[in-house]
Every structure is written in structure tokens, then in C-alpha cells.
């Protein structure tokens, strides 16, 4: 992982409701880390020797949440993993309390949680989108019966975060996912470019320029005085 401080942005929404493709855009325009807590979760769920694996398929199967330490575990060891940029998006997390719970726990002040993209729409366009991937898709999860349980665990567990969210200090920016791909895009791009510009590291000519000008300054306020 890079020396400075990871910057994380949360990205949450709905089953179906477009945050993996929107995170995948800000990946290839920005540079991002993406690490989708589903996708650790599967993967981890996938390995034969995996002391979580039946645990995490159980939970998964039903639509309920997998144990806050396992989900924070997996994404801090993910974190540590990747070296190419210090900015993360954290795809599907923090979905309930226990979630962001552990992860004050457990990854706290390493990382640095900058806001939470939250991506809004319709249970009714989240079902129609549900329902059209899992004809192709494979996934357990993408049946008429897993996703009203999706939803129902949703609305109990994951709506209420976002108030928490905001009492910890950290903004939550809500966009519209019912619009077109690109449309949700133009809303989400000025808001990365925004973290991007706000967490730039100084180079070191840049910190020169700044001491010699702060330098001056202090030579004219001692001659006028």
C-alpha cells in the first residue's frame, strides 16, 4: 500500500442499482483501487479451505448479512494488497451499524474515509434489473426470491447506516441511478474530482515554493514594522 494515508470513499445502493458499474468508470478514468466487499465475500466463500466459507454461503444463499469482523477482515487484507493508487472506493460497505462497527475496530485511523457515494433508485428498477441479470449472470443471489429478501435487508439494515454515516462525520452524496449509464456519470465525476483535488499530495517543489513565498511575506511584515 502507498506511504500516505489511504483516502476511502464508501459506495453503497441497492441490488442492481448500478454502483459496480459506475465504480468500474471511476476506475478507468480516475485511477481508483476498487475493491467490492460482495466480491471478497464470494471469492472468500470460494475457497475450499476458507474457515468462513460455508458461513458466507449461507448468508449470501439467504440474503442476509455476513458477520461485520469476517467483511472488514477481508477488505483491510485487500487494502494492504494494493499499491497502485492511495485512493479506494469501497464497493457495498458499510452496510449496517456492526459493518462500520468493525471497521472503526479494526482498520480506524489507517485510512482515511473521505464520503459515501450512494447510488438511489426504485425497488421497482431494481427488480426489473435484478431480474434481466440473472439470466445470465449465475449468480445465486439474482432469483425473484433472493432479491425481495435483498430488499427487505436493505431497507431494515443498510437505509438506516446512512443517518449513522453522517452522525461520524462523513458527508453522503446521493445520486440519481435510474438515468442512463453516462447520465449517472456526469453526477459522479465532478464529485471524485473533487476528493482527487483535495487530497493531492504536495511534491516537494511545491513545498519550497510555498516556504519561500511564506519567506518574503514574513521579510515585508519585518521591514514595514
Known amino acids: 500500500m502507498a506511504e500516505q494515508q489511504p483516502v476511502v470513499v464508501f459506495v453503497l445502493g441497492g441490488p442492481g442499482s ?10 478507468k478514468e480516475f485511477g481508483f ?8 465475500l464470494r471469492a472468500e466463500k470460494a475457497k475450499p479451505d476458507s474457515p468462513n466459507g ?8 439467504e440474503g442476509k448479512m455476513v458477520p461485520g469482523d469476517v467483511t472488514v477482515n477481508l477488505i483491510k487484507t485487500a487494502l494492504l494488497a494494493e499499491t497502485k493508487s492511495n485512493f479506494f472506493l469501497i464497493d457495498g460497505f458499510p452496510r449496517n451499524e456492526e459493518n462500520l462497527s468493525g471497521w472503526k475496530r479494526i482498520v480506524g485511523k489507517d485510512a482515511k474515509v473521505e464520503t459515501t457515494l450512494f447510488f438511489e ?3 421497482e428498477i431494481l427488480e426489473k434489473r435484478l431480474i434481466a441479470r440473472g439470466k445470465t449472470s449465475g449468480r445465486v443471489d439474482d432469483n425473484i426470491e433472493s432479491i425481495k429478501k435483498r430488499f427487505k435487508t436493505f431497507e431494515a439494515q443498510t ?4 443517518d449513522i454515516i453522517q452522525k461520524e462525520g462523513i458527508s453522503v452524496q446521493k445520486i440519481d441511478s435510474s ?4 447520465n449517472v456519470f456526469a453526477s459522479v465525476k465532478p464529485l471524485i474530482e473533487k476528493i482527487i483535488n483535495e487530497n493531492k499530495p504536495s511534491t516537494s517543489a511545491e513545498a519550497k515554493t510555498t516556504k519561500l513565498e511564506n519567506e518574503k511575506e514574513e521579510t515585508k511584515t519585518e521591514e514595514s514594522s
Open 33 to 40: 483501487n476498487h475493491l467490492s466487499a460482495g466480491d471478497l
Open 54 to 61: 460455508q458461513l458466507i454461503k449461507k448468508c449470501i444463499k
Open 121 to 123: 433508485c426504485s425497488f
Open 179 to 182: 438515468k442512463s449509464i453516462e
Open 18 to 27: 448500478g454502483k459496480g458499474t459506475q465504480c468500474g468508470k471511476i476506475v
Open 159 to 162: 437505509l438506516p447506516i446512512l
